[in-house]
């Protein structure tokens, strides 16, 4: 076997890390994983870290989990891969059976793919071409509605959608048009407004851009309660449920991105049931295999699918798939996820470590002085750092004070990553409170330690 050295040249030397200032990174000495146990990942040297981000936002039920290990290996014993093009899955037909049992009603028919960028594609691919063959006449439509600062992923389709400057700015010209309506988030509102009069404009900006422009848009497309990677910014009650109502009385459709919100991270199955609302298009991806596997679904309804009815010679197929759409060790994978999450009260779970970490969160809150905001919905935690909380003034980037407390993290034995310097905790929904509460001593330490280096 390599030397943690060797592998670290060759890392250096071949690796290209996603999201990652190269650079950079080269010179961080980042750990190398080798393996993985409950909540903790080891690296090759043999140290242990706490998995205080869930693996990037999608592991659900820990590492090496027997049942779901297990699973996997059996579905090993039958087939790793066959396709969906031309031909059927056992699993992939169960795990479709079982989504559409637990997603809100009326979401009948799954369309598999394998990552939360590539179930938006197909989301977007969908709707664009239903309204070209939808009963009562053609009416094509080349608008999307998404919600400032947004993130849906990063192949081009998805990044179209996305309002987050410093990852889609540079690619504006390959981009498809999009109408843009306010974040309703009340933090750093522009001037002249304070947070009551900001989410009434938000409120009316989003009624204006649907009533004004409703037979061109072909979907609207939120990110149901929490806007993840634009900062864990959470929408306040009512205003999916208020999109939903908007879209339905225009004729507009939804699609709910719940690549990072689905499987229990806000308290409940899916973020759309806290507001009972329905989608007309649903994405899931990250947490659907437990973290274990690129799979992602997209789910419709009935009445989406059958515009894409006839005869083959009629053109109204939808012509998309992967290679790999609808993996059996994925659906494999997400069935036995989707029975621990029932077997173990995983959601109950995730709504009592939320609980948990809302209490440690406000009591660190009130004592750091760098705290500008905690925004928290479920085991989704932004900590908002800022060089004085009242002021709500930045830190100046190129101090890089998010990323300089997740190595202080990782020196005390958790990885966490930060956006910007809004630091990130995501446990597992399935993580035991006592981890929890590791967690959180090793994430208040470590911004004590780095605040104190820049105040
Ligand atoms: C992570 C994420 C995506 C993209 O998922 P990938 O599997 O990384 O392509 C899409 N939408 C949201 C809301 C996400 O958080």
């Known amino acids: ?170 690619y504006r010209d390959l981009l498809f048009q999009k109408l843009t309506v306010p974040s309703p988030v009340t933090f750093r509102v522009p001037d002249g407004h304070d947070a009551e009069s900001w989410l009434a404009h938000c409120d009316a900006e989003l009624e204006k851009t649907i009533v004004g422009n409703a037979d061109r848009i072909a979907a609207v497309v939120v990110e149901p309660l929490v806007q993840g990677a634009a900062g864990i910014l959470v929408h306040p009650e009512g205003y999916l449920r208020r999109v939903r109502e908007l879209t339905q009385k225009h004729g507009v459709l939804l699609i709910a991105d719940e690549v990072a919100v689905g499987f229990g991270r806000t308290g409940t199955m899916f973020a759309c049931d806290q507001e009972n609302v329905r989608p007309d298009l649903m994405c899931l991806a990250k947490g659907l295999t437990g973290g274990y596997l690129p799979l992602a679904a997209t789910l419709t309804t009935d009445e989406i699918s059958e515009a894409f009815l006839d005869v083959p010679w009629a053109g109204k197929t939808f012509f998309h798939g992967h290679t790999y759409t609808g993996n059996p060790l994925g659906c494999a994978a997400a069935l036995a996820s989707l029975e621990l999450i029932d077997r173990n009260d995983v959601v109950g779970n995730g709504r009592a470590i939320g609980a948990r970490l809302a209490d440690r969160l406000t009591d660190f809150a009130a004592r750091c002085t760098c705290v500008g905001e905690i925004r928290q919905k479920g085991v989704m935690c932004g900590i908002e750092l800022v060089s004085e909380g009242d002021s709500r003034e930045p830190f100046a980037a190129d101090k890089r004070v998010g990323h300089q407390v997740t190595l202080a993290a990782r020196r005390r034995g958790a990885v966490i990553r930060p956006l910007g310097d809004v630091i990130v905790l995501m446990p597992a929904p399935a993580m035991p409170v006592e981890l929890v509460d590791r967690l959180c001593d090793i994430t208040f330490e470590s911004i004590e330690e780095v605040v104190a280096r820049f105040t």
């Open 1 to 170: 076997m390599a030397t943690h050295e060797e592998l670290r040249a060759w890392d250096n030397a071949h690796v290209w890390h996603p999201f990652a200032p190269m650079q950079e990174f080269r010179a961080d000495d980042t750990p190398i994983i080798r393996s993985a146990e409950g909540f903790e990942l080891t690296d090759v040297e043999g140290r242990r870290y706490l998995d205080g981000h869930s693996s990037l936002w999608c592991n659900v039920h820990g590492h090496r989990v027997p049942e779901m290990d297990q699973a996997i290996r059996d579905q090993l014993d039958r087939v790793g891969h066959s396709t969906l093009l031309g031909l059927s899955s056992e699993v992939s037909i169960e795990l479709a059976k079982q989504l559409v049992d637990r997603t809100p009603e009326g979401l009948n028919q799954v369309f598999y793919s394998d990552s939360g960028a590539t179930s938006v594609e197909v989301a977007l691919k969908m709707a664009y071409q239903y309204h070209r063959q939808k009963p009562g006449g053609a009416e094509p439509r080349d608008l999307f509605v998404s919600v400032a600062g947004a993130y849906h992923g990063d192949t081009i389709g998805s990044v179209s959608l996305g309002g987050m400057d410093i990852f889609h700015a540079t």
